[in-house]
């Protein structure tokens, strides 16, 4: 792939990249102009024709969420999800840290096309830096005349603020994010009524992840047809992937949505590699929450359609954890049921408990004192919660079966041995201490 | 009204209700934490899912659609085709049983919610009698969250009904949830204790024993409470209540579901307020006074004692200056009864309402909301039945003067005869210039419930019995006939107000506020419409 342009990241490393001068230079704000000659609905029609699919995780045409907004709406409100806490995620960050203009850029645009008057940029608290970097980039665009009343004399108003959230995982759901952003406990809400209908101060609102708008410039500036052209159908424009792990290039990559999760790591244009000695035992690809892969199904290609062939949840993040053969699989699962077991926020039954209960499992079995009946309990829990089956409100609950289930399911000969070769009384000794 | 099915069933239902309303409604027991018809739906417990039918998104057709639905987030729809009883539905109930006993520390034999607590009920009849999880238990802390409230966060199952009732009932928001996952907590915020005129109110709609009352804890095991249905005292608002008793000893006041009064609930001041009820030197027997001696009669001899002196003191000096001063606290029978004895007695009589007991405004709930969306309220005349009493005076056709007029009249020698009903909670509730004036009233018959400066001064004392001891009925400020049952007995030796004055007014037998309305029926029609009195209450959930 050394022959892919970078897009979103074309910005990355150049010097004083979050300058406002540095990205007019480069073209910067000119899809500005481009759409504020257009109709909204023209600007929202490009964004649906381009089939531009949300990338936060669940993968939703951005254009077809903004369709959703009732016609006769007297408010809209435009909540820009920067609250990236997948845990080995860090796209958004990199867009925001480098590339702050293209972020502003893209809300503007949106804001337009949805006919919205207030934005907010809701960032997750660990942002320190970034919030920073982007302030800045916002008052400086307010006084280049991009944001305020009346942008570029073109009629349109619009404020953008940064909202900074309190450190919840869960607030990157986006009806967590609307009630965080209302001063509220961070717990998603239940839907319907759906944000687009009711949802910021009980107002129509739209909620799109960082990279989904950092994507808006580029299919106003090029056109719908230039963006489908990148990756395969269904799954088009150019997206970022993480790869972290004992690799020789850990970072933050971009490409078409037609490579697979072995290019990933082994291309030249990405990863390089695993480090000297370092074997690939499996691969989160999608952040920890869509599910695992062995080494035997890295050519899963790295799009939204084909992780569900796999037992995954879907590309989640396209964030991908590499797993050595050095690592144990019952700290893997002991470290991701304690992520869940601390960011559930609660509110229902099968998540609150479920997690918990599946954390204090796994810590055993990564102890030493696992049964092989607790495996079937871990598959069963973690099989009985989620939004897909009804069984809970929001994603969250999906997010923590998928990983749970294939972690069990496709290593379970190694939790069989683990189990088998401990000390026959260790776990009813461990056990017996506890109660 | 739309028809839905459940169950292959056939519904009838409420438009604009939900599912799992009308599933109550009709009959069906459906498991739930979260959701209180009085509340806002959260639908976060899980617990009342259902399968639903939907048409298929190619096809069409209609058919089970593949996930569960909370009942209780689903609204009605005519033709709406729903089941609880599938195994989809019984899998995820039953996982959820499980979930809420995990870290639960299975304390029933020391709760005071055993018995009336629906973790208990929904794990013998959903649950399973073993559980899996084989680790530590978590174990939240036990709190004192408020002058009358303790919270067991370990019993806790996170409905959150009582954060929302403190936001969106009584308007003052003390209680929060804070952590996140299994650890979550209810709580207070620091240093704001959880004291509100409603706060008791979180007590009864917490579904296990987290939330707990100091002044019942540890007092009854509920299984051995009678509970008789009655109406509150405390204020014209006339709440309707339920009065928990065991051997005659009243242990706890709780609301009952009365729609458009006070829906599902009660204020602390009528939760607590009827702790006089059981106090020691209440007045149990009547005392007659000639000169310096008093005696006791029989009760038996009573009526000829007291018919005798109005009819001596008449035949004296006529019955224009005899009075007759109802109490706001009687029961509208009790009122009617001692209205129509002192008519054929003293035919000149004056019937007039006696001292009208205010405090400070009427209160409005939410208090956040500024009058607007009022889901309760406590009404500032703090007697039940000042309406009833007005209403009978009116139906008498006697004329009737106001009570400060009366207090007046008392002072200027114009009252020659008065037989004046008391029966506050507060025992020195008479005015000064009626008690200073009380030594000038000649004939002078007090029915009151403890000894007082009036009672002193009365020729006849008659023993007036608490609101759990009498049955009758009260006119609330809206104007509402809201009939309530006796609880316990009067105190030993002492007869009900109903009884005494039945007996006077010259009928045969046992007082039976019933029967009483059917005589007043013939003046006052809306009394005759009364069903004969509440149905036993049922426990509310």
Redesign the interface.
Known sequence: MADYEPILLRNVGIENSTALKTYESRGGYRALRKALKMTPQEVQAEVKAANLRGRGGAGFPAGVKWGFLPRDRKITYLCVNGDESEPPTFSNRVLLEQDPHQLIEGTIISGYATQTRIAYIYMRVEFHEQFHVLQRAIDEVYEAGYLGKDILRSGYSLECYIHRGAG?Y?CGEETGLLESLEGK?GWPR?KPPFPAVEGLFHKPTVVNNVETLCNVPHIIERGAEWFTGIGPEGSSGPKLFCVSGPVQRPGCFEGPMTITCRQLIEDDAYARGMLDGKQVKAVMPGGISMGILTADELDMKMDFADPANYGLLGLGTAAAVVIDTETDIRDVLANVTRFF??????????C??????MY??AR?IADGAGRIEDLD?LVE?AS?MGM??????CGLSDGVAYPIRTIVEKFRNEFEEHIRRQSPNRALNV?AT?? | MPKITIDGKEVECRSGTNVLQAALEAGWDIPHYCYHPGLS???????C?MEMQMPHPKTGEMGWA?????AC?TPVRDGMVVRFDSETVR??RD??ME??L??HPLDCPVCDQAGECYLQDYSYKFGEPIS?????K?VNPKKDVGPKTLLYSDRC??CSRCVRFTKEVAGTGEL??T??????EIDVFPGIPLDNALQGNVVDICPVGALLDKDFLFKQRVWFLQSAPSICPGCSTGCAIRIDTNDNIVYRLKPRYNPGVNDWWMCDEGRFGWKYVHDADRLTTAKVRRGADVSAPLWEDLGGIVSYRFEQHVARKGSAGVFCVLSPMMSCEEAWLLISFMQKIAPEVTPLVGHVPVSGEDQAFPISAAGKDVKFSIRNEKCPNRRGVEMVITASGCPTIGFDEFVEKAGKDEVSAAWIVGGYPDRDWAPKDLTKAAGKIELLVVQDTFENKLTADAAVVLPSCAFVERGGCFVNAQGRIQPFLTAIRPPDGCRRDGQYLYELAGYEGVYNAARVRELMAATMSPFGDLADAPAKPAHQH
């Open positions: 919840a869960v406990r239940i077991s601390h960011e559930s926020c609660g509110q229902c039954t099968q609150r408990e479920g997690t918990g209960w204090r499992i055993r309990i829990v009985n897909m089956p009804g069984l809970s409100i056990l506890m109660n | 739906v959260v639908a976060s417990c899980r617990l899912l593949p996930k569960l639905f909370p987030q899998a995820a996982h959820c979930y809420f995990l870290n899996r999880m084989v680790d530590q978590l199952v996170m929060c949830i952590n996140r996952g299994n650890r979550s």
